[in-house]
């Protein structure tokens, strides 16, 4: 039996998969996940790192732990290096009898301690376990993971993670990083201008509305499911997302009633369904000549990757071994603990 933590450490969330195996066979898993803005408080980090693994299990003691990270590019650190050094020295500060390894943008698990020689090499590779670990599964497939913020656009051939980019930097270039998601992603990033009542209105370049206020009303989400702080600080209910909507053409509910506010929503929808559809073009054109691919879908917003991949006609497929939507919203995370136990169970 092998017992592993997987970690996503973001800038707004912090989620963690706990797994246990006996050779190839899951014995269980658990998962855990608590937002958190690390700009507003960073110092909390290692607090907020040990409530979330008390989530899973108050007595939880790990063999080890898989961390991966994106919260290095929070604008409270000057630089990346800081941010990543920072993360890294939280979880060897909170968990220092626990043997911790973290993910490079070559592949390998490399212990914390010598992880830090070479900050940078470990910088938001998230994306590449959730590749690495659909690619064990010989898959030709495109994987779009879209969260909270960002959507991954990742391209499996013959069992081999074929993206182009490996930094943000590169991977925005490349399509394979879009800057939309379906909770935190600001409207007015999505929209110019809206339809109201046969004409076009430009957006109000203001933090008044983002995209879980858009999918709360046209009820992709739940009230539950919005769990980021909204933009107003009120609770995240039908009535306030229709409030924080109408103020993002300088308008309220009195002004808009409910029925030209959901019109509105769907036209955002619709808008951002778009962003995702490009950048998937955009990947496949670098593609070599092959049959047509399915779609993996997974995230938070895995609704918008279906949306997406029905819009181009592809074929949406799904893996039976992530089993749940809560499993699918941490893909990362859960990668990152699988494929670290192959590795220790190699080593042995």
């Not at 959901?262 to 778009?274: C, D, G, L, S």
């Amino acid at each position: 039996m092998i017992s592993i933590v997987g970690w996503d450490i973001g800038g707004a969330n912090i989620k963690a998969a706990w797994l246990v195996r006996e050779g190839n066979i899951t014995q269980s898993v658990r998962l855990a996940s608590q937002s958190f803005e690390i700009w507003r408080d960073k110092d909390r980090l290692p607090d907020v790192l040990e409530a979330v693994l008390k989530d899973i299990d108050p007595e939880l003691l790990p063999e080890a732990m898989a961390v991966t990270l994106t919260a290095e590019l929070a604008d409270i650190f000057a630089t990346k290096r800081e941010g990543v050094l920072f993360v890294l020295e939280s979880v060897l500060a909170r968990f220092p009898n626990c043997p911790s390894f973290a993910l490079s943008l070559s592949g390998d698990f490399v212990p914390l301690d010598l992880a830090k020689v070479h900050p940078l090499e470990f910088a938001a590779a998230n994306w590449l376990a959730t590749a690495k670990w659909i690619a064990q599964m010989n898959l030709d497939c495109l994987v779009v993971d879209v969260g909270s913020t960002t959507t991954d656009i990742l391209p499996i051939l013959d069992g081999r993670v074929c993206t182009t980019g490996k930094t943000d930097l590169e991977r925005l270039i490349s399509g394979e990083l879009v800057y939309t998601g379906a909770l935190r992603t600001n409207l007015a990033a999505i929209v110019q201008s809206v339809p109201v009542s046969g004409h076009y209105a430009r957006v109000a370049s203001e933090y008044f509305a983002i995209s879980a206020d858009i999918n709360l009303i046209l009820g992709h989400l739940s009230p539950e499911a919005y769990d980021c702080p909204t933009p107003d600080g009120r609770s995240p209910s039908l009535i306030t997302a229709q409030q924080r909507l109408a103020r993002l053409v300088c308008a309220d509910t009195e002004q808009l009633d409910a029925q030209e506010i959901y019109k509105i929503a769907e036209y955002i929808y619709a808008k951002q369904i778009q962003q995702i559809s490009e950048a998937i073009l955009h990947v496949l054109s670098r593609l070599p000549f092959h049959d047509p691919i399915p779609i993996i879908a997974l995230g938070s917003g895995k609704f918008l990757a279906i949306e997406a991949g029905r819009h181009l006609g592809m074929e949406i497929r799904d893996l039976a071994f992530i089993g749940s939507a809560k499993e699918s919203a941490v893909a990362p995370c859960l990668a990152a603990a699988y494929l670290l136990s192959d590795q220790l169970e190699a080593e042995q």
